[in-house]
């Protein structure tokens, strides 16, 4: 297998019906990303979008085709990836194998959602078709409501309150505050979380993350044209893991209704496969939809024994210059989630620590990143682990 | 890049409403291919979905790690793959990468797509979305009446008439006689097409395919797996070519409205990668999904020159027994077009046919199969080259 590099980012900001058309939101990152990549788009042979709600918000299926066309693309292979939440980082890992496997040298891997611009129980609708429908949506459980059990049940269990998850929340407003493409740039402090009021007793809305629209992507390419960039003076990474793993869709199907087995299968695979161990995971950029699913993600990666994922990071673990530090941009929390293109996000954010461009939020000598995107409430799970290229 | 071989099939016979729920017409698909393999689940490692309408009709996403669970597969690397109508073959090109590029040894493709369950009014805005929302769906352009601009230019372009794509519709129903998991098991001849009636000028009923539910999957493999199921007396058909092509989704926006650029390259593609020439190809399931679709695919494959397709086949050579069988199971004319699961399908009638198990329809000694499913009118064409292994 060849070695995989991430050659160049972009983004657009994550915003509420800022952005126009999807088509140019995602055009507008895959430019970005060749751009900082210094290619053009005749160098690129292959496009994988990722996306989950196009189709039922928008009215436009065959995203690939359509995204690679917009683009300068045309003629490419191109196909669209749904895993829920988790499609963005889905879609990466077919880019991934696509130049590890020899069948492609440089990839675009584009993750795109608008979620504001239809009406919110439309949108409530579309995000609830990633929990199991005939177990779960069709009884009126909706995404929100799913993990509120999580939490109440991860509340009752371990015996914490609903103050305990508040430094995920605060943590990750803290670090939007340093990224121009976070969408909630305010800070919150243990008072206005308190504060916050109950969505779905007892998920607050600072445990919860924001509606909103973005577009991300990464370039993917093989170690020649990585070390043909570094001369260039243009930084690169090496994916070193990246793995999928399944669970059941419905909680309810879960060996465990509080162990995130994809999660632990995920990070596993894709440690193993990278010959890292957790202690050499400089940043984690987990999929903290929920403040309940940071905690479960800390403990099903290993961070933490179960039932101590929620106390991680109250001695600062988690913030910038700490052991592990997490959502480092903002996290799905503040920077936002747009689904289907928060897995790319989380790798763009992860690719500007390495490579030294996330001040004011830089992690000094960053040389290791885990990267976690979930679709559902832990149903696909994706990893991957990025490394400094030298 | 390693050697990939089909080592087993199964299909749900196409029907209306028939199959009761999306999920367990998958999980049978799935248990069929792999007893006809006889591999048990756990030897999978990575199941790949094709859908195109599940989010939009039956409100469930995630197919990939929700299938994986109830197939039981649980903890597989697992994500569904979109292009439209192309989305089965598109996921079989990933699950072909897996296990070339040496990430799988043995993986499930799985195309699922049920239609008639829901309003058809609502079914038709679903499949609308496979064209280009903004320039065709938004006003009123639904996939039949672009097929039906598709097929007056192409009359008017040639000089021809309705009944020259007569042969097309009249061979498909033929064949699907012989298919037990066909649709439209009935005979159909000139006088019968002629009589039919104009869905939308100049498209008749009898040029269009049926609205209808499926699902068909694929057992993917290494040589090694198939060597030892070729020991076990079970035959193997090896994946000598496979590759994605795009093109504009807009007619509009096409280099000329009557060329399938994306067939044209993708056909080049994966001949090119075989490294076997037309005159090898024993039959060529195509994507019949109108007659004028199928004209259209003849010529951009090159078998037919520009204004010819429509006249090709017209002597037999498109019949089983000719130069060049296409539609050999009844395609998706009349065997059904299942939309997300019908590159599976055309994948799992080829192997039919070059294993010796396609009576009454079998093709004499057939070696090669050239295989090409089409996402809206041309915007992503994926083909595969299949061989007889020996």
Redesign the interface.
């Given at each position: 297998?060849r070695e995989v590099y991430i050659v160049g980012t972009g983004q657009v900001p994550v915003t509420k019906q800022g952005q126009g058309?999807g088509?140019h939101m995602a055009a507008r990152a895959i430019r970005a990303a060749l751009a900082e990549a210094g290619l053009e788009p005749r160098e690129v042979s292959?496009l994988y979008v990722g996306n989950?709600?196009s189709?039922?918000l928008?009215?436009?299926?065959?995203?690939?085709?359509?995204y690679?066309?917009v683009a300068g693309?045309?003629?490419?292979?191109?196909?669209?990836?749904?895993?829920?939440c988790g499609s963005g980082a889905?879609a990466a890992?077919?880019g991934y194998?696509?130049v590890?496997?020899?069948?492609h040298d440089v990839v675009v891997v584009c993750g795109m959602e608008r979620m504001t611009h239809a009406p919110k129980e439309t949108t409530t609708?579309?995000l609830?078709?990633?929990a199991?429908?005939?177990l779960e949506?069709?009884v009126g459980e909706s995404f929100l409501s799913l993990n509120a059990v999580l939490m109440s049940r991860y509340m009752e269990r371990w015996g914490v309150g609903s103050r305990d998850f508040a430094h995920f929340a605060i943590n990750a407003h803290r670090n939007a505050l340093g990224n121009p493409h976070a969408f909630l740039r305010k800070p919150v402090d243990l008072e206005a979380y308190l504060a916050s009021r109950e969505v779905a007793a007892p998920v607050k809305l600072l445990d919860a993350p924001p509606i909103c629209d973005g577009a991300a992507a990464v370039v993917l390419a093989t170690r020649d044209v990585a070390r043909a960039a570094e001369r260039a003076s243009r930084p690169a990474v090496r994916v070193r893991g990246s793995?999928?793993?399944?669970?059941?869709?419905a909680l309810k199907?879960r060996r465990e209704i509080l162990t995130l087995?994809?999660a632990a299968?995920s990070t596993a695979r894709a440690l193993e496969q990278a010959g890292v161990t957790r202690d050499d995971v400089d940043l984690f950029e987990l999929h903290d939809a929920y403040t309940v699913i940071t905690a479960l993600s800390l403990e099903a990666a290993g961070f933490a024994p179960p039932g101590r994922g929620v106390h991680f990071g109250k001695d600062g673990e988690i913030a910038i210059g700490g052991r592990l530090p997490i959502s480092t941009m903002g996290g799905l929390k503040a920077r936002g989630h747009p689904v289907g293109a928060t897995g790319v996000y989380q790798l763009v954010e992860s690719w500007q620590q390495l490579t030294g461009a996330a001040a004011p939020n830089q992690i000094p000598d960053a040389e290791i990143a885990m990267v976690q995107n979930i679709?559902?409430t832990g149903?696909?799970v994706v990893t991957h682990i990025l490394a400094r290229a030298r």
């Amino acid at each position: 297998m060849r070695e995989v590099y991430i050659v160049g980012t972009g983004q657009v900001p994550v915003t509420k019906q800022g952005q126009g058309r999807g088509r140019h939101m995602a055009a507008r990152a895959i430019r970005a990303a060749l751009a900082e990549a210094g290619l053009e788009p005749r160098e690129v042979s292959a496009l994988y979008v990722g996306n989950m709600m196009s189709g039922m918000l928008a009215q436009q299926q065959q995203l690939g085709a359509l995204y690679a066309d917009v683009a300068g693309l045309r003629g490419v292979e191109a196909a669209t990836v749904e895993a829920a939440c988790g499609s963005g980082a889905a879609a990466a890992r077919w880019g991934y194998m696509a130049v590890a496997g020899g069948f492609h040298d440089v990839v675009v891997v584009c993750g795109m959602e608008r979620m504001t611009h239809a009406p919110k129980e439309t949108t409530t609708a579309a995000l609830a078709t990633a929990a199991d429908w005939e177990l779960e949506g069709c009884v009126g459980e909706s995404f929100l409501s799913l993990n509120a059990v999580l939490m109440s049940r991860y509340m009752e269990r371990w015996g914490v309150g609903s103050r305990d998850f508040a430094h995920f929340a605060i943590n990750a407003h803290r670090n939007a505050l340093g990224n121009p493409h976070a969408f909630l740039r305010k800070p919150v402090d243990l008072e206005a979380y308190l504060a916050s009021r109950e969505v779905a007793a007892p998920v607050k809305l600072l445990d919860a993350p924001p509606i909103c629209d973005g577009a991300a992507a990464v370039v993917l390419a093989t170690r020649d044209v990585a070390r043909a960039a570094e001369r260039a003076s243009r930084p690169a990474v090496r994916v070193r893991g990246s793995a999928i793993a399944t669970d059941s869709l419905a909680l309810k199907g879960r060996r465990e209704i509080l162990t995130l087995d994809g999660a632990a299968l995920s990070t596993a695979r894709a440690l193993e496969q990278a010959g890292v161990t957790r202690d050499d995971v400089d940043l984690f950029e987990l999929h903290d939809a929920y403040t309940v699913i940071t905690a479960l993600s800390l403990e099903a990666a290993g961070f933490a024994p179960p039932g101590r994922g929620v106390h991680f990071g109250k001695d600062g673990e988690i913030a910038i210059g700490g052991r592990l530090p997490i959502s480092t941009m903002g996290g799905l929390k503040a920077r936002g989630h747009p689904v289907g293109a928060t897995g790319v996000y989380q790798l763009v954010e992860s690719w500007q620590q390495l490579t030294g461009a996330a001040a004011p939020n830089q992690i000094p000598d960053a040389e290791i990143a885990m990267v976690q995107n979930i679709g559902g409430t832990g149903a696909t799970v994706v990893t991957h682990i990025l490394a400094r290229a030298r």
